[in-house]
């Protein structure tokens, strides 16, 4: 009868054990999800930075010199593109890592 009541007992303590091992890998999903969002919002601040500093950079010099308007228009497009560019890879690797 002892120990009927020593398994039981042992059996019952192995549950919260369990249950607790459980949390603890369910738990890593949640920081994953918080390093992937960090990982995005430090790509999207750099970017728009970057991008703002291109245009008013950009609006400047138009102003300064309005004739070599076309002569800057096309590599602020294309540095505009390639910061974006960044971002967009900064969000798939958030993806794919999440």
Known sequence: ????IVNILIL???VPAFAEE??????TGGVS???AALTISIAVLGGAIGQGLIGSSAM?????N???KDAMFVPMIVGLALIESLVIYALLIAFVKY
């Not at 009868?1 to 009927?4: C, L």
């Not at 400047?60 to 300064?64: N, T």
């Open 60 to 64: 400047e010099g138009m102003a300064r």
């Open 33 to 35: 999800a918080l390093g």
């Open 12 to 14: 019952l303590g192995a």
């Open 1 to 4: 009868m002892t120990k009927m």
């Open 22 to 27: 459980m949390a603890t890998q369910a738990s």
């Open 66 to 68: 309005p004739q070599a």
